[in-house]
Each structure stands twice: as C-alpha cells, then as structure tokens.
C-alpha cells in the first residue's frame, strides 16, 4: 500500500483504508466501525481523566500540566490552541501515570492523535460518531508509514513515533474538515517532512520528559498540517518518498538517540541525577 | 498489520512496545505453558535492558506472565500479584546477539505442587504493541501472536508437515505462515504454525497421540484484546481444556530445552 495509491483514490482517504480491510464483507465493515468507536471511547475517557487528574507520575517530573494549562487563562485568545495542547497532555500524563490508554500509534506518542482530533472537534462543536472514519483514516495512515519502518523509538528515533502520530493526526483532521483522499496524503506528509531527525531521549528511560509536552507541540503541528492541506498546499517531495527519507534518518541515528535514554535531554546532568535517583 | 493493530493496543502505560509488547510477549510465554510457572528467568537485551524500570517493562513482563492482558488495571501491581501466586522472577540482563532492540528470553519452569514443565521463548517487541517470537526451546520459529499459534516439537523425520498440514485442512483451519526448523538431521524439529482460528480439541488430541510428535501447544491470539479462549489466569491452575492440549512430554531427557537455548538466535 503507498500514499501514491491512495492519493488517486477519489472520494475520503476512510472509503479506500475500509474496503482495503473489509473487502466488501458489510459485516466485518460494521464489525471494524464498531471497534474503531471503542477505541474512540477509551480514548475520549483517557482525555477526560487525564484533564481532571493533576497527580505526579512515579518520578514525579510530570502530572499536573495537562489540568494547569487546561484551567490557565487563555491569554493567546486562542481557544482551540490551548484545547489540542491540554488534551494531548492529558493523554500523556495519564500514560505516564499508568492509567489506561490507547496507543495511536504508540504509548509515548499517544496524545498527539486525540489531542489534535478531540481538540478540533471540540472547538467546532462536532461530534465524537463523526470522528470514527477520520480515525480510520488515522489508522491507515500509520499502517502505511509501518510497511516502511517499525514504528518505534528504539527504531527510528521519535521521528518514528510521534512523525507517524502527527501524520495520522493531520491526515484525520483534514478528513473532518472535508478533505479529500488527495488533501489528506499531502497534511500527512508535510506532518511527517517536518518531524524527521527528532531524537528519543526520555529522561531516565522514563516516558515522561520531554514527550508529554512533546504530544502538546506535535499535537499543534499536526493542525497546522492539516490547515496547509486544505488550502491546497501540497508536499512537494512526494509522500512515498517522504516516508523513505524518515526511515534512513532514523537508522542513521546513534543507539544513544533511540530510546535507550542515554542521549539529548537524557543525558544532562539534571537527565543523568534524575536517572541515578530513580534506579535507587 | 490492520487498522486496529495501529491505534491500539488499550493499555496501560507507558510504553506500547517496553509495556504492552513487554506484556504480550510474556503472555505468550505463559500460554506456552500447560501450568502457571513457579519461577521465571528474563534476560533483557539492548533498549529493552536499558529503560526496563522507566518503562515498566518489568512489571509488564510479570503481568504477562501471570496471564493479564496489556490494559489490565493490576499490571502496575504485577510484582506484588506474583508474590501471591507464588511466582518467583529473575531479571538478568545479557546481549542476545544481531536481535531487535527490544528483544527479551522469557524462560519459565516449575509448577503447582512440583510440576517442571521448563518452557524458554525468546521475542522481540517490534513497536506500537507488536510482537515477533523467534525462538522457543532453542528451535528457530516465527509466529506474531496475532493469530492463532500451534507449536509441534516432532522427531525430523520425511512426512510430518504433510501430516500436520492435512490435520489442519481436514479441520477446516486455514495455514497463514508456516515454518520448521530443526537442530540437525534425524533430530528433533520444531514447528510452529499460524492458523486464522483455533484448532478443534479432536484436532489437537489427535496431533498429539502421532508418535512422532514430542510436544505440541495451542498458543492463542494476544493482538486483538478479546479474552483467549482457554486462556491461563493468575488465581487458579490453567483450565481442564489447555490440559488436554497437552502435547506428549516425551521423558526420555529429548526434551530439556535449557542446552539449545541460544542456537537459534538469528
Ligand atoms: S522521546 Fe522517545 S519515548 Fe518519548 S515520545 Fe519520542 S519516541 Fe516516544
């Protein structure tokens, strides 16, 4: 399957990733929408949990700033801006916490999707059954992107992880707002172009500093994406070929920059005394 | 990989490949398994030995282990689940060789009232909760935990994946990906086989009475977040129905896995 196929798809990106799975069957069509609106669900209640909640993760660097920026003044008067960064980090930190998540498409990157889509959605007053195919549309992107990489930090560096999650994110949102299969190709990949080359360094291995408010910046870009798109902005490396690029700057990344926590912000001396604590 | 493989696994966090794949790999070491292990050895390797703790890919491995699923509340309290179950866990950490980073050897042993049954897996979590097992009792396999897994220890020997493939068919069980791999010629070989549903208890009992098969186990789905079939729980002994899977344990010393358990490492 490669964006170049589904870019010539006329019609939503949705209608091309559900005939691919179901092939037709009306039932496992039904079936596949109905797991996607529990998907939903769980990641709907794993926003609203993690809004309310402000306690500390185990080591106690996050917690509390998902509810902080979402009870802040809005000093921007940008509404949906402040929305999409405090449900992402709301995602994150309930992940951090241990609470119950969906990764989309992986834990350390599981607020970016929701906190784009739910924050958007909200903002326009759309509701939640108007975002299962968008989600599909989701889905189907980060399969697309995995047929080419592993789709992980250990992998590719976070530009593997939440790259992925931010083009499946923009390539969502443009299918709410009407965007087409050929619209929603071109946010994903201009998401993806402009995550390439970021490293995972988590802060004592924990998934915690710097990805929950890394879900809250790429969570932003992912928007910003899908808003380029719509106004007929389009990737000018072809998304293919995009999807190449961030596999072979992820392998070139040194083992220290791929989740093993001994590079970038892991490995400052505030990183390295946060790791020592925590081993104790 | 599907749509649902994408946005999902639901889980507990923190991490969708050092917890969840952690989980499910763990899982299915567990299945592998006719009886809850009394003790089990887990040799981390690369990413997976470095960012355990801050992962909780410990705790994740302990829960697999003692059956959870990767969105199971008690996966945070898997150490102290173990504790009351009796299961006693080592982790060692070791390099595995040219493995995936996130690559860990899960070998299990004991029992309830003194079983043995020694079980050693080795897999590797690919990422956003998936999972690739390459190596069980030292004999190269290949099997993802998305469909359903039947593994057959057998004597090499001419005709046995023929035999296998026809119980199969006559089953109605539709073959995904087969594959076989043996120590050395006239020895012992290992199957495993992925199946689009489960086999049926006839099937089973029927594979596991060939004399040439040594060990035989039925490994369910973990991808999909439904309840395994038969699957093991932490609080009691696995159900009759995973007894009667029970392949044949040859006790002729044929099957002590613990010597091969690095052969066949890619
Ligand atoms: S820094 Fe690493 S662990 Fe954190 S979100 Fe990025 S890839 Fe995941």
Redesign the pocket.
């Known amino acids: 399957m490669t964006f170049d196929e589904l870019a010539r798809h006329p019609g939503p990106a949705s209608a091309f990733f559900l005939e691919r799975e179901t092939r037709g069957d009306a039932d496992a069509r039904d079936a596949l929408l109905a797991k996607m609106a529990e998907r939903l669900a769980a990641m709907r209640d794993s926003v609203d949990r993690g809004l309310t909640n402000d306690a500390k993760s185990r080591t106690g660097m996050v917690g509390w700033n998902a509810k902080g920026l979402h009870q802040a003044a809005d000093l921007l008067d940008a509404p949906l801006l402040k929305r999409v960064q405090a449900y992402a980090m709301a995602v994150n930190e309930e992940n951090a916490r241990m609470g119950r998540i969906v990764a989309a498409p ?1 834990a ?2 599981a607020g970016t999707l929701p906190g784009a889509l739910f924050g958007v959605a909200d903002h326009l007053g759309r509701s939640d059954e108007e975002l299962i195919l968008p989600l599909i549309t989701a889905a189907g992107f980060g399969e697309i992107i995995s047929e080419t990489m592993f789709i992980a ?1 250990a992998s590719g ?2 530009g ?3 790259g992925p999650s931010a083009s499946m994110a923009a390539a969502a949102i443009t299918e709410l707002l009407g965007g087409d299969a050929h619209a929603a190709v071109h946010a994903g990949s201009l998401a993806l172009m402009n995550t390439i080359g ?5 802060v004592g291995g924990y ?1 915690e500093v ?2 929950v408010s ?2 809250a910046f790429y969570s932003v870009h992912a928007v910003a994406a899908a808003q380029l798109a719509l106004a007929g902005l389009e990737s000018f490396i072809p998304p293919d070929e995009v999807v190449g690029a961030m596999a072979s700057v992820g392998r070139m990344l040194p083992p220290e920059l791929r ?1 093993t926590g001994e590079g970038g912000v892991a490995d400052t001396p505030t990183g390295r005394r946060i790791a020592l604590e925590m081993a104790k | 990989m599907g749509l649902l493989d994408v946005l999902g696994p639901v889980m507990v966090g923190p ?1 969708s490949s050092h917890t969840a794949g952690a989980c499910r790999l763990a899982l299915l070491a567990r299945h592998a398994r006719l009886t809850p292990p009394s003790r089990a050895e887990l040799t981390l390797h690369g990413s997976f030995a470095k960012t355990a703790r801050g992962h909780g890919t410990e705790l994740a491995l302990v829960a697999g282990l003692l059956g959870m699923m990767p969105d199971d509340p008690r996966l945070p309290e898997a150490h102290d689940h173990a504790a009351a179950a009796g299961l006693q866990v080592v982790f060692r950490t070791a390099d595995l060789g040219d493995v995936h980073p996130n690559t860990v050897r899960i070998r299990t042993e004991g029992g309830p009232d003194g079983a043995t049954e020694e079980v050693a897996l080795t897999g590797s979590s690919l990422g956003g909760g998936l999972v690739r097992v390459f190596d069980v009792d030292g004999f190269r396999v290949e099997f993802r935990g998305g469909l359903h897994t039947l593994l057959v220890r057998h004597h090499d020997q001419p005709g046995v994946i023929a035999r296998v493939a026809r119980v199969l068919a006559d089953d109605a069980s539709n073959i995904a990906t087969l594959h076989c791999a043996r120590k050395e010629r006239g020895g012992e070989a290992m199957m495993s086989v992925e199946i689009d549903r489960r086999l049926s208890q006839p099937a089973l009992d029927y594979l596991a009475h060939l004399p040439y098969v040594h060990w035989m186990r039925m490994l369910p789905e973990v991808l999909s977040g439904d309840p395994p079939p038969a699957g093991p729980h932490d609080d009691g002994p696995a159900p009759a129905r995973a007894g009667r899977i029970a392949g044949r344990d040859t006790g002729d010393g044929r099957d002590a896995p613990s010597a091969g358990g690095e052969e066949g490492a890619p």
């Open positions: 992986t350390g990157s930090g560096g976070c593997a992880e939440i970021l490293v995972c360094d988590p998934v710097p990805c890394r879900n989740e | 991490s």
